[in-house]
């Protein structure tokens, strides 16, 4: 017994200390073993954070990403290789199915060697395109560290600015500029709704072969903000793939170093961007959960829910409602920060929706906080709405997909019926209808009148024989 206690306590202890919402388990392929060192803080970062680290070189022939058919590693950190590529075990389809079975992958770029084709194959299957000349650099003439680069131009000094995106969630946001020497830049493109950018290059910036003799690019791969730093994928599983255009950028010499830009000398912010770049690639932030979702109907109609009772549905939750009834919908919504659960609010201007839909949304209404039923660990969103005056099958749906949080779909699939004949409005309570019972009643007390004049004028004894006797 103690002994069993004595293996099964240091998991414990690897589990509460994980910050990491898929696993601790981290892989890191790197060809040239004497480079490990150059990583040590980015390294030791990591494994404050808890990740337990396994160092391989590609030619090990006994890698392998996957042990009977499952994830041998929950993440993956691809440092440049030297060779062509990073071998058969790790070809560009054990990779993509590494991410289908929901593993995290980081993959870092090198200015200093041509990009394999094996690379260039597999991010072309992201829809991700390096420049066609595998020695092109992102080269800026303006905003470059002028002690490291004073002639080449090809370190990037990006202020903190720099790194305030659209996604309204600042992951990667750092107080200090960030440098990015020899930078591999990335266009990513338009098909896909799972790409973003992460970090992108300077207006001024653009695509060039510092071995190319011309002193003028004619025609730049691209330039400005069509190229990016840093990308990201999350895939529809949740999987995240991040291509980062520089690996010096998680060394150390970067994460001590001081740049200089427009005669002003600063410390880099590299070492927090290289954190925050690897906490949402690994899911230590930027993960949502819905917790408890329930739909009823409003208790205004007793009746109705007396015999939506009676044909079988439960008054939570309910498979089926009838026309016009009133409903309340409510999400629990959590948001995972590096080690627990947090309630999760939407960003300005910004607001989670929610749809009662057939073929097309009836309702499209927003899903309001609820101060009162939420809990520490999350928020509850609540709508009332009334459903249509039309039968059918109608989903209740919450589709949210922003970038940088993994995706919301969640659909509650109802029946709605019409009312039965002993649930329509008599005819009384309806102020339109005044006009109709007016002459119904009208026409009953004329012909009452009618009939009661018919009779008192029918003719005498008297009358009836003088009128016989006239016939004769």
Request: proline residues 7%; charged residues 20%.
């Amino acid at each position: 017994m103690r002994a069993f206690l004595s293996f099964l306590l240091p998991a414990l202890v690897g589990v509460a200390q994980a910050l990491s919402y898929t696993g601790t388990r981290l892989l890191v392929v790197n060809e040239d073993a004497s480079e490990k060192d150059n990583y040590s803080k980015f390294w030791g970062d990591l494994e404050s954070r808890g990740f337990r680290i396994s160092f391989e070189s590609p030619k090990n022939e006994k890698l392998s990403l996957f042990e009977l058919g499952e994830r041998a590693y929950d993440h993956l950190i691809l440092l440049p290789p030297k060779s062509k590529g990073f071998g058969p075990n790790l070809s560009p389809k054990n990779i993509l199915d590494f991410a289908k079975k929901e593993g995290n992958v980081i993959l870092a770029l090198s200015g200093d060697s041509p990009t394999p084709a094996a690379i260039n194959s597999l991010l072309l299957e992201l829809d991700i395109h390096l420049p066609p000349d595998r020695n092109a650099l992102l080269v800026d003439h303006f905003n470059y560290d002028i002690s490291s680069a004073p002639e080449k131009h090809d370190v990037l000094v990006l202020p903190p600015i720099q790194l305030l995106r659209t996604d309204l969630n600042n992951f990667f946001e750092t107080e200090n500029p960030v440098a990015a020497p020899r930078v591999v830049g990335q266009v990513l493109g338009n098909a896909s709704p799972h790409l973003a950018p992460i970090l992108k290059a300077p207006s001024t910036a653009y695509s060039y072969n510092p071995k190319d003799e011309a002193e003028a690019v004619e025609d730049p791969f691209a330039f400005g903000s069509q190229l990016s730093i840093a990308s990201a994928m999350q895939a529809r599983n949740s999987a995240r793939f991040t291509v980062l255009g520089s690996a010096e950028m998680l060394e150390n010499k970067w994460f001590d170093a001081s740049v200089k830009l427009s005669g002003k000398q600063t410390k880099t912010g590299n070492q927090d961007f290289a954190k925050k770049l690897s906490e949402w690639t690994f899911q230590e932030v930027g993960v949502l959960k819905v917790g408890e979702l329930t739909h009823y109907q409003n208790e205004g109609d007793k009746k109705g829910v007396l015999n939506q009772t009676a044909i079988g549905a439960s008054e939570l939750n309910p498979k089926i409602y009838k026309i016009k009834d009133d409903v309340t919908y409510t999400i629990e919504l959590s948001e995972w920060s590096h080690d627990h659960f947090i309630p999760y609010v939407p960003p300005p201007l910004d607001a989670l929706q929610l749809e009662c839909t057939m073929l097309s949304p009836f309702h499209r209404l927003p899903l309001l906080p609820s101060a009162s039923l939420s809990t520490p660990n999350a928020t509850l969103y609540t709508a009332s709405f009334t459903l249509p005056d039309q039968h059918g099958i109608f989903n209740f749906r919450v589709n949210y997909k922003r970038p940088f949080l993994t995706s919301v779909d969640e659909k509650r699939t109802v029946t709605v019926r019409h009312m039965a004949h002993d649930e329509y409005t008599r005819s009384f309570a309806i102020s339109g209808a005044y006009v109709w019972i007016t002459g119904i009643w009208t026409t009953v007390v004329g012909w009452v009148l009618f009939l009661g004049m018919w009779l008192y004028a029918r003719p005498t004894e008297e009358e009836r024989k003088a009128k016989g006797k006239k016939a004769q």
